[in-house]
């Protein structure tokens, strides 16, 4: 099975910035859908940010304009750049690669989440 691996979280105050890492074992990145979501304490899991096996992306509204995601197929490794950090951005992000069924998705509802790294603890203070 693929391995995920996340690192750069951290704490960072409101306003702030920080740039979430993935390294994936094996060639995942450029061959399936891939994303971040996040899971805050009581709180579902949600995904934030997406895109498909040809580079199509997708955002949550929640996060749109602020978080921007990218990989590096050369490097294995995909990334998330947070600006504008919000305390309610506060939570375990998890590097994830998802199943998805359309070309273009609409949103990240269209897509569904496989299985997930451990995690990376993202805390903002107000």
């Known amino acids: 099975q693929v391995q995920l691996v996340e690192s750069g979280g951290g704490l960072v105050q409101a306003g702030g910035s920080l740039r979430l890492s993935c390294s994936a074992s094996?060639?995942?990145?450029?061959?399936?859908?891939m994303g971040w979501s996040r899971q805050a304490p009581g709180n579902r899991r949600e995904l934030v940010a997406a895109f498909t096996s040809g580079g199509h992306t997708n955002y949550a509204d929640s996060v749109k304009g602020r978080f921007t995601i990218s990989r590096d197929s050369a490097k294995n490794t995909m990334y998330l750049q947070m600006n504008s950090l919000k305390p309610e951005d506060t939570a375990v992000y998890y590097c994830?690669?998802?199943?998805?069924?359309?070309?273009?998705?609409?949103?990240?509802?269209?897509?569904?989440?496989?299985?997930w790294g451990k995690g990376t603890l993202v805390t903002v203070s107000s």
């Open positions: 094996g060639s995942i990145l450029s061959t399936h859908a």
């Open positions: 994830t690669k998802l199943l998805v069924r359309m070309l273009t998705p609409r949103t990240v509802s269209d897509y569904a989440m496989d299985y």
